[in-house]
Structure formats: structure tokens, C-alpha cells
């Protein structure tokens, strides 16, 4: 870390801990160029995508309580949704990115994003609800929009927003006490600022476009700390927060889907000399980065938070976890 420091200009937090118990934590850089304040332990982080495993969390508590099957249609669910996907994807399609539907507008215009604030239905009749080019469940196609109908569905069965519910079922019973859901105009102390880097040498950053993080609901529009997510962590793989065998079906990957799971992705990887089954998954958006991955047999866990893009955070993982499973902790 000390070489990614000094060398790369890494800015952000990094969270070793073997079975729930800390081992390496630090923070480096800064969380706010403008003002020059430092990241630390008060730091809030955006961490995008990895908003989605909280959502598939929720899906597999309503599919506890009985009232989701991850192999009913879309429709079941959520009768007014328009798109062709409507009888034809499964929540289990929505969970693995394989719904199906054209979503190439969603990821190539900006405005979905940054245009202007969508309320919910439209920003799902207008991105959402494309035409099928593929059979449901046949190919993955990484996208937002699967997982924010997986949150408009939560709403619909809970009666209540996803903010509320996420609160309800998942932050306030594990004291994730900085975490949460994000609005664009909500004051949160200590967030931090995102930041593109030019490639230059030295090293400029410069601040990315105007986005409203509301449209990204719940497929990436939370907040956390490398704490709280380890907490979060804590009570999946130890099945606090879902049955045992609901956790082993979350992380149960489809091969044919690229290794995807619900709300991870799991496979075979080779660190340093060894050979560890890793659940693993990320988050980008606008300079901001959150890498977590979690060896299931050793139950160890590596969260990397960073607001910069002078670091590539999938390398920067494997290198970290090497170094530590040669060393003493690891081995503990």
C-alpha cells in the first residue's frame, strides 16, 4: 500500500479482516481535493454497484418470507410494467442480468443519468422497458436496469419506498449506522468527492459531469463505509441476515452466465500460491470505486474504497490479498 501510495496516488480506504475481525485498515489520500480534507474513519464512500448485492439481499428475504419465486415472471410481481420482458423474464433472470431486454440506450445515453431527475415509472417506461433481442436467461448482459426493477418490485410488495424498506431489513438491524440510500440533494457529512484522473504525469484530476445519483436507485445509489460493509458482510456469510441455504442459492453461480451469482459473482481464483473460492463484487461511477471480495472457505474479507481512477482496483485486490496470505495474519 505504501507503493501505491507514493507511486500511484491512491486515494481511499482499504479493509482486510479474517472472520469478522480486523486485521488491516487504513486510509490514504483525499476524500475532498476542493478543501483538502483527508480520508478517515468518519469517511463516507459512494460505493455505485455494490448497492445491488443490498438489493438481492431483499429480494431473498421476500422469497423467505414467501412472497417472491425467483422463477415467476416479472409480470407476477409488478402487473403495470410495460416492456416486452413482462411474462418472459424471471426474478431470477432480473438477480443473474439476463433479462433479456435491449438495453442499449440505458447504457449509452447520458441522460438516463444525467440529464435530469426521473421519477421512478418513468425512468422505467422510458429505459427500462425495451424490446427482447435474446431469450430471458440465456446470455448475461451486465445492466442497471434489471436491478431497478428488482427495487421497484421491492417497493410494490413492501407498499413503501426502497429507502425505507433497505432501512428497515437490512441497515438498522445490522447498525450500519453509515450506510444508507442517497438523494442528490441530501447533505451527508464526510461523503466524499469523486475524481477522474487525466493520465498526465504529474497526476491532475479533474471532477467528472453533473449526475443525479437518484436514477440509479437501486442498482447504485448508496453510501457506506468499509465498517459498515463488513458488517453487512458479516451477517450474509454467516447467516444472520438470510438462512443458510438461502446464502448457498445467492452464491451458487451460473457458468453459463459468466459466474454470476445473486448479487455476486463466485469462481475458482488463484492468489498468490494458492487456490481460494471467491465471492466477489464492485462498484464504479464517476471516479468512485468499491472492490469487496470475500474468500468463503478462510472467511476473509478485502474492501477497497477509492474516489480516484489512478488505481485500478481488480488488480490492486489480488496484489493486497497475496501479500497478506503470505504473512502471519493471513495465516492465523
Known amino acids: 500500500m505504501n507503493r501505491y501510495r507514493t507511486q500511484d496516488n491512491f486515494n481511499g480506504s482499504v479493509l482486510i479482516a479474517k472472520k469478522g475481525k480486523i486485521d488491516y485498515l487504513t486510509y490514504i ?35 423467505e418470507q414467501g412472497k417472491i419465486q425467483l422463477d415467476s415472471s416479472i409480470a407476477t410481481y409488478y402487473p403495470e410494467y410495460k416492456g416486452e420482458a413482462a411474462h418472459k423474464a424471471t426474478i431470477r433472470d432480473l438477480l443473474t442480468y439476463s433479462s433479456g431486454r435491449d438495453d442499449k440506450e440505458m447504457r449509452e445515453i447520458a441522460e438516463a443519468y444525467n440529464s435530469t431527475i426521473w421519477p421512478l415509472d418513468s425512468f422505467i417506461t422510458r429505459y427500462c422497458s425495451e424490446r427482447l433481442v435474446r431469450q430471458p436467461g440465456t446470455r448475461f448482459a451486465y445492466n442497471n436496469g434489471d436491478f431497478i426493477l428488482l427495487g421497484k418490485i421491492i417497493e410494490r410488495l413492501y407498499g413503501q ?5 433497505l432501512r428497515q431489513k437490512i441497515l438498522t438491524p445490522l447498525g450500519m ?8 440533494e441530501d447533505v451527508i457529512a464526510h461523503l466524499d468527492q469523486g475524481y477522474f484522473n487525466s493520465g498526465s504525469n504529474p ?6 459531469t453533473n449526475f443525479y445519483i437518484d436514477n440509479y436507485f437501486s442498482a447504485g445509489a448508496m453510501y457506506s463505509t468499509p465498517q459498515d ?13 438470510l438462512k443458510k441455504e438461502t446464502v448457498e442459492l445467492m452464491l451458487t453461480p451460473y457458468k453459463s452466465l459468466g459466474d454470476v451469482a445473486l448479487g455476486f459473482w463466485v469462481y475458482p481464483k488463484q492468489i498468490g500460491e494458492g487456490t481460494y473460492v471467491v465471492a ?5 461511477g464517476y471516479g468512485h470505486h468499491t472492490n469487496w471480495v470475500h474468500l468463503l472457505e478462510e472467511d476473509i474479507t478485502l474492501i477497497i474504497m477509492s474516489n480516484s481512477n489512478t488505481v485500478d482496483p481488480n488488480k490492486l485486490r489480488w496484489e493486497v490479498l497475496s501479500a497478506y496470505l503470505k504473512g502471519s495474519i493471513g495465516n492465523k
Open 29 to 63: 489520500g483525499l476524500a475532498n481535493r476542493e478543501d483538502s480534507i483527508n480520508y478517515s474513519h468518519k469517511s463516507r464512500f459512494h460505493i455505485f454497484s455494490a448497492t445491488k448485492t443490498f438489493t438481492a439481499a431483499l429480494i431473498m428475504q421476500l422469497c
Open 161 to 165: 419506498p426502497f429507502q425505507a424498506v
Open 177 to 184: 449506522r453509515n450506510t444508507d440510500y442517497l438523494h442528490h
Open 203 to 208: 497526476v491532475t484530476f479533474s471532477r467528472p
Open 229 to 241: 460493509m463488513l458488517l453487512f458482510d458479516q451477517a450474509l456469510f454467516h447467516y444472520s441476515l
Open 280 to 284: 466477489e463484487r464492485q462498484g464504479y
